[in-house]
């Protein structure tokens, strides 16, 4: 029993680490965004709409 907890601690420890990033891809060069990378979550939001007003097609590649 006890080493279930543990193990779903260390799972969900896991999660936290993890960002929301993404691929924006235009005219075949690919750029990965993550969230890690700004100082808010807008900022990382506002970043990626920008890709994508230029014509970058973004998709999400990882992260939680």
């Given amino acids: 029993m ?3 907890i543990l193990i779903a601690l260390v799972f969900g ?3 936290v680490g993890c960002s929301r990033c993404e691929d924006c891809e235009l ?3 690919t750029e990965t965004i993550c969230e890690t990378e700004f100082d808010s ?3 990382y939001e506002d970043a990626i ?3 994508e007003a230029a014509g970058a097609v973004c ?3 990882g992260g939680f």
Avoid: F, I, P
Wanted: charged residues 15%.
């Fill in 2 to 4: 006890n080493k279930l």
């Fill in 13 to 15: 420890l896991g999660l």
């Fill in 27 to 29: 005219n075949g060069n």
């Fill in 41 to 43: 979550s807008n900022q």
């Fill in 49 to 51: 709409a920008d890709r």
């Fill in 59 to 61: 998709t999400s590649s």
